[in-house]
């Protein structure tokens, strides 16, 4: 019997990337793909597994309901909201199974390839921590490990690790909510043990791609997924006592510690005020502080004990020196609510305190620390009593909506949400941002909207809504990569290599080439190379037979020609010639045989590439080519205008090189006879 299932992902990229795993796990005996709509991949698989014979559709959804709009008939994030899922914070990718006219979630999973350091490191905990509370298994995969990259000669700096409190959080939150939610370490093309001694350490047991990949075809298919639940939390808790191993003891909970935290099922307060030998004290710059927050800190690290690091955003009160803090606090900002000063001094409980700079200095939201009260949350509990001090600059219009009506504000914002729901109170010492800036100091009992966000709890119908149509009501810059990605890496597969796919919220984390036998590949890209007027590309495609070397297609995609860049075709052009101006960072064999991932160690010869650049946007937001041309000086034009099950492409040339390259590319698909898309 046919069973169909919808991946719904941010982008092309996420989508394509959890059908990789389906595939590779099940390894099926036929594959066939084709497209529902212009946006809607479907690959119809066949295959046997666990000794059961199974026959799947799998439908790609790329591009969420977001930013108001109405891209598909029904929004798949409110079967969340309605469960419990109140911050603004969503998954990469979503994984239903639709029956009976219902569509039901089995999973969401996250995908990083960015560096797990530092605030980054529990940058994705909102998402983990709403998701998580529904009932709706979360995986957040995190490819280990990433070097931060010197921005002038691009050579790696130190390796960083994160801090082991963050996955931690997620084998607690599994318990505390009794739903899968993880983090899987999967090898990145970075990893070798062998040159880097921070790693030598490192058991390689611990990555957990076998696990994922079977736990959700495990979970796909209805049979029993316990097992893999149990080794991939195993493996969170190994990577936790490893990177505990390297921090110092002194300001850290030791891999002893820890094991014992997890052995005896204690919670994190309680544990931490028994065996937790230093006090909380976050690291702020100098120049970060504002007002009183020097002094502020000075009280806190006096008063407080550590929760897993010293250098954690929040540490613990203990219910014996709440009042010595509202006293303290009281002395440095004498105008602060003295009935909530009262409250804050009650000694019935510990209180966690969170210290958030939150803001950068023009007012818009550090993303990283939004995270940060939700992992306070799946460490210990939304039931403990939390206090925020903010430090950083609020926008004048923020804060005059925090002081009349902070519930607005909570559901508008969705940073100012993360703060409200999951604190008891918030402090403000802070510089406001308006025509004249001045300062402001205001502490808020703010548990009433705690209370209204936290008491959001799963409801009877669980995570079901009724289903929606696969095919977008509307078409956007989504749907061009979408378009230009089928085109590229199914249809033209045997004479092309996808180098790079960056839809908006894609994966931009690399750039990969064939050069002789080898894959080589470009990590951490910059968004720009503004010494050389350079714009990191949407697309870049190597195709082969066209001339006597290959050709790099390098496309920038838009919605419409207007919000094309100016000069953009050189600036496509120009990146990839500076980026070959340094060595990649890696580099694999792939031919006769697939390698394994090394650091390379020799440049990339730009004039062994035939580069062209390229601009690709819908037909209903096309301007007159000439006028893209004249604009954006690109060698073609990809003219895309979505038709019931695919697409009508005018390519448009103004090189000869790109002449002959829409000459080949045409003469291909003529050859495969794809219907369901022409090109002329």
Not at 133 to 157: A, H, M, Q, S, W
Request: glycine share 6%.
């Amino acid at each position: 019997m046919l069973r169909t299932f919808r991946i719904h992902g941010d982008n092309i990229v996420e989508c394509e990337r959890i059908a990789k795993l389906i595939l590779e796990e099940t390894a099926p005996t036929s594959v066939e793909i084709s497209l529902m709509s212009p946006s809607t991949i479907v690959y119809n698989i066949y295959f046997n597994y666990l000794g059961r014979n199974f026959e799947w559709q799998l439908e790609l959804l790329p591009g969420f309901n977001k930013a108001g709009r109405r891209r598909w008939e029904a929004n798949i994030f409110t079967i969340l909201k309605n469960n419990g899922s109140f911050l603004d914070e969503t998954p990469d990718a979503i994984v239903t199974y639709v029956e009976d006219g219902l569509e039901t979630i089995l999973y969401a999973i996250e995908f990083c390839s960015a560096l797990q350091a530092g605030n980054q490191a529990w940058q994705r905990s909102g998402r983990a921590f709403s998701t998580g509370r529904t009932g709706c298994p979360y995986i957040y995969v995190v490819d280990f490990v990433n070097y931060e990259l010197n921005p002038k000669t691009r050579k790696r700096k130190s390796l960083r690790f994160p801090n082991p409190a963050v996955p931690y959080s997620y084998i607690n939150f599994s318990e505390d909510t009794e739903n899968f939610v993880a983090q899987v370490y999967i090898r990145s093309s970075e990893f070798d043990k062998y040159i880097e001694p921070k790693l030598r350490d490192f058991d390689e047991n611990n990555f957990a791609e076998a696990e994922l990949s079977r736990y959700i075809v495990k979970r796909m298919c209805g049979f029993d997924t316990s097992k893999e639940e149990s080794i991939i939390l195993q493996k969170n808790l190994n990577i936790v006592l490893f990177l505990a191993s390297s921090l110092q003891p002194k300001t850290n909970f030791t891999p002893s510690q820890w094991r014992k935290l997890y052995a005896n099922r204690q919670g994190i307060i309680e544990y931490s005020l028994k065996n937790s030998g230093f006090s909380f004290r976050k690291k702020i710059s100098a120049k970060g502080h504002h007002g009183n927050s020097v002094d502020f800190l000075d009280l806190a690290e006096k008063l407080s004990v550590g929760m897993a690091s010293k250098e954690l955003p929040f540490g613990i009160i203990p219910a014996e020196n709440r009042r010595n803090l509202a006293n303290g606090i009281h002395k440095l900002y004498p105008t602060y609510d003295a009935t909530v000063l009262n409250k804050i001094a009650s000694d019935h409980s510990d209180l966690i305190l969170c210290m958030i700079k939150g803001f950068k200095p023009k007012g818009d939201d550090n993303r990283p620390d939004r995270g940060i009260l939700p992992l306070a949350a799946m460490l210990a509990s939304t039931d403990i009593e939390v206090m925020t001090y903010i430090y950083g600059p609020v926008i004048e219009r923020n804060f005059n909506a925090l002081i009349t009506k902070p519930e607005h504000l909570a559901a508008s914002n969705g940073f100012w949400r993360a703060i409200l729901a999951l604190s008891d109170f918030v402090a403000l010492d802070v510089p406001i941002i308006a025509g004249h800036s001045y300062d402001a100091e205001v502490l808020l009992d703010t548990s009433t909207l705690k209370e209204y966000y936290v008491e959001q709890l799963p409801d009877e119908k669980r995570l079901t809504q009724d289903e929606f149509s696969s095919i977008p009501q509307s078409f956007h810059e989504d749907d061009v990569d979408t378009g230009i990605h089928f085109l590229f890496s199914h249809l033209l597969h045997e004479v092309c290599f996808e180098g790079m796919c960056n839809p908006p919220g894609g994966d931009w984390s690399g750039l990969s080439v064939l050069y002789d036998d080898y894959e080589v590949r470009w990590l951490s890209l910059p968004r720009v190379s503004e010494e050389v007027d350079g714009k990191r590309p949407d697309h870049v495609l190597e195709i082969f037979g066209v001339f006597k070397r290959p050709v790099l297609l390098s496309i920038e995609s838009k919605e419409r020609s207007v919000d094309l860049e100016a000069n953009v075709g050189e600036e496509l052009v120009n990146y990839i010639q500076n980026l070959m101006n340094y060595v990649p960072n890696v580099e694999r064999l792939v031919h006769p045989r697939i390698g394994t991932w090394t650091q390379s160690k020799h440049l990339v010869d730009f004039s062994a590439f035939e580069v062209i650049s390229a601009a690709a946007y819908l037909r209903g937001y096309a301007q007159a080519n000439r006028t893209v041309f004249e604009r954006s000086n690109c060698d073609m034009l990809f003219i895309m205008e979505p038709v019931e099950h695919g697409w009508e492409i005018e390519i448009v040339t103004t090189t000869r090189a790109a002449k002959i390259l829409k000459e080949f590319i045409c003469d291909k698909i003529d050859e495969i006879g794809f219907d369901d898309i022409t090109l002329f």
